[in-house]
Every structure is written in C-alpha cells, then in structure tokens.
C-alpha cells in the first residue's frame, strides 16, 4: 500500500514564513515612513502659519502707525526695537526662539530659529531674514511712515 501525504515540509513551511516575514517588514518601514513625512509636512505648516502672523504684524505694526516715538525703528542684527505711542516693543531672538517682547511680558512667535537677521539698508526699507537649518525666509518692509 502507498502512503498518500499530501502536506507541507518544514522547509516549505521556513521558507513561507521567510517570505511572508520580509513583506511585512518592508510594509511597516514604508508606513513609519509616510507617517514620519506627514508628521514633518504638519511641521512645516504650522511654521508657514507662524511665520505669516509673524510677518503680517510686525509689517502692520511698523507701517500702521501714524505716531511712532523717537527712535521710531532701532535695528541690530539679531533684534528690533520700536515703540508705537506708549508700548515699548521688541523682537529678539533667544536660543531657537523668536520672542516678541512688550514691556516685561515675553510671548515665543516663532520655535526652531537658528538665525535671525534684521538689517535696515535705508530709512525706508526693514529686512527679514529667518534660518530654520533647512528652509529659510526673508521679506521686506516697506517703512512708508517713517
């Protein structure tokens, strides 16, 4: 009488489970990297969206004023310095932030900042140079007012 066996060897088994085990690797790195991309993607929207309430502020702040006391716009390298009527206020950079200060009250605008530049080429012109390592941002005020 012949026996009929018709299963799997333990090879055949190994070699499936081989398989089936490098698959399922490769799925899980390409999914811990898309999430990674998408979690870094976030990031970088919510900067964008600091750095435009950033820019459109200090842009109204500066050029909005009818009266601004003297010195109107004191520029540094790394800081500015306005005063509109009685607010003293301050942009400066202190570790990888940029605070705005007002009086004593100091509120963090922007996180991850490597470099800040402020240059003032003319009396009409204010310069803006932001360093996050990978991306940079730069814009112009125009000093209109002053």
């Given amino acids: 009488m012949k026996s009929d066996n018709r299963g799997f060897t333990?090879?055949?088994i190994m070699i499936a489970i081989s398989?089936?085990?490098v698959l399922i690797g490769g799925v899980y790195q390409i999914t811990t990297g898309l999430s990674r991309q998408a979690g870094e993607?976030?990031?970088g929207s919510i900067r964008n969206q600091d750095l435009i309430l950033f820019f459109s502020r200090l842009s109204q702040e500066v050029k909005g004023s009818k009266q601004m006391d003297w010195p109107p716009l004191r520029v540094d390298s790394d800081?500015?310095?306005y005063y509109i009527g009685d607010k003293d206020i301050r942009f400066k950079k202190a570790g990888d932030k940029l605070l705005r200060v007002e009086g004593f009250d100091e509120k963090t605008v922007l996180s991850g900042v490597k470099?800040?530049?402020f240059t003032r080429p003319?009396?009409?012109l204010l310069e803006i140079h932001l360093d996050f390592g990978?991306?940079?941002f730069s814009?112009?005020?125009f000093l209109e007012n002053l």
């Fill in 19 to 21: 398989i089936f085990g």
């Fill in 10 to 12: 333990l090879t055949e």
């Fill in 115 to 117: 470099e800040v530049v």
């Fill in 79 to 81: 800081w500015i310095h």
């Fill in 41 to 43: 993607a976030a990031k």
């Fill in 134 to 136: 990978q991306t940079q």
């Fill in 122 to 124: 003319d009396t009409a």
């Fill in 139 to 141: 814009t112009k005020v």
